[in-house]
């Protein structure tokens, strides 16, 4: 069974907005951000950013220093929709926004945390390709794939899975839960990779209210931990796509995994 979820016209882009359709699936769980996430979902099921919604941005320690470099790189505010859409999805914006303005942010972030050898594995990400996309955070800072290499596989890989955003083709709608298909995440003992294509079940919708934008059966999404984000068109799921397999690539050339140097 299938069915249409809203017909209520594509509003216009409203970079607050996006942050918050991605922002919220980890803030309601009490892993980053302040403590607001009923607003946020709120807000943006509304569609309507306004002042309170870039002030509950502006509490996600964790993503908006990349908003800030971003925009930095790109000559625009961090809550521009490009800039926002690059962090989260990806393309060609982010991937200008690497090398040494992406490792000197890091170190203003994290260097007095570390030892002289903990920064350069943490950096090493970055001599390797590594962008200030969401991804990167995910798989080369937080301290999962050090895990892995220890030995404890099952709860890293999960979370690591779910923290990134993934890319999926609708199967089936029902309440307030979709069927999607997509490709999660593997571990040969050394590398992560994607996988084969499995199902998973998402819920796109709470009380009413809603992340994404509408959509049905058959249509391209993008999802965070256990929630639908929004409907991706084929360029934004092939950006989604590409940042995936860039930062992955960038982990996987890595001697060292980085340090635990980020808690949430």
């Not at 991937?95 to 000197?104: D, E, M, Q, V």
Request: aromatic share 10%.
């Amino acid at each position: 069974m299938t069915a249409r979820l809203s017909h209520r016209p594509p509003l216009p882009a409203d970079g607050a907005v996006i942050f918050g359709r991605y922002a919220f699936p980890p803030n309601d769980l009490g892993y980053c951000g302040p403590d607001r996430a009923g607003e946020l979902l709120e807000r943006v099921d509304a569609g309507a950013s306004g002042r309170a919604l870039e002030e509950v941005a502006r509490g996600f320690e964790g993503a908006w220093p990349y908003l800030q470099l971003i925009g930095e790189c790109l000559g625009r505010s961090p809550l521009d929709p490009e800039v926002v859409e690059a962090y989260w999805l990806g393309g060609s914006a982010v991937g200008r926004c690497g090398g040494t303005a992406f490792a000197n942010s890091l170190e203003s972030r994290f260097r007095s945390r570390l030892t002289r050898e903990e920064f350069a594995r943490l950096v090493e990400g970055v001599a390797m390709g590594g962008t200030p996309h969401h991804s990167f955070h995910v798989f080369g800072v937080y301290p999962w794939v050090g895990l892995m290499r220890g030995g404890h596989v099952d709860a890293p890989l999960e979370v690591l899975d779910k923290c990134r955003i993934r890319w999926g083709r609708v199967v089936s709608v029902a309440g307030d839960t979709a069927v999607v298909e997509g490709r999660h995440l593997a571990w040969d003992g050394r590398f992560l990779r994607l996988g084969p294509v499995t199902t998973e079940t998402a819920r796109f919708r709470r009380e009413g209210q809603s992340l994404a934008r509408a959509f049905d059966a058959g249509d391209w999404v993008s999802l965070h931990w256990d929630w639908v984000c929004d409907r991706l068109d084929t360029a934004r799921r092939d950006r989604v796509r590409a940042a995936t397999l860039t930062e992955l690539a960038a982990v996987n050339r890595c001697a060292v995994p980085a340090p635990a140097v980020v808690l949430a």
